[in-house]
């Protein structure tokens, strides 16, 4: 396969600067502080019009991540599983993604809530989260099922991986 390689369109600036201060994912980031993503000038018109949207889905390099390990134990269970059963950032390519609530776009930078990575973290790319697109009433969670068997809601841990 033919090599690929990407570079950042902005940096992500969060309250956290270690992993274990972060919420384990997005939609359970109650208590952080308002985060806001730095959009390099380049970019700044393709900011056009994203501040129609509640929300949008942030795509991120896990830049402190370790080396991958194909079989890991999530934060959540005693049991180990394979790095595509989880959401570990230790990963063969250490790709994040958040959806986030967008509270609002002032020049080149993106205000938003529920954030679930490092401060500093390179952004990647922006998508706007399209519930007609984004959300599945009828959905599984393999391993996870036994973890939250009604739903994920209500829940303020924190960790680095699922």
């Given amino acids: 396969m033919k090599s690929i390689s990407y570079q950042p369109i902005g940096i992500l600036r969060t309250q956290y600067t270690q992993s274990g201060q972060m919420p384990i994912q997005a939609s359970l980031a109650q208590n952080s502080m308002m985060a806001v993503a730095e959009i390099n000038e380049t970019y ?90 984004d959300h599945r009433d009828a959905s599984r969670c393999g391993w996870l099922d036994k973890v939250f068997p009604n739903e994920i809601q209500g829940i303020e841990q924190t960790g680095s991986d699922v």
């Fill in 44 to 133: 700044l018109e393709g900011l056009t019009d994203l501040d129609g949207f509640s929300h949008i889905i942030l795509v991120y390099h896990f830049h402190k991540a370790h080396a991958p390990a194909l079989i890991q134990k999530p934060f959540l269970d005693q049991e180990s599983h394979g790095i595509f059963a989880i959401r570990s950032p230790h990963r063969p390519n250490p790709i994040g993604i958040s959806v986030v609530e967008l509270v609002k776009v002032e020049g080149n930078r993106i205000y938003f809530n529920h954030a679930d990575m490092l401060d500093e973290t390179p952004l990647l790319d922006i998508k706007p989260f399209v519930p007609a697109f």
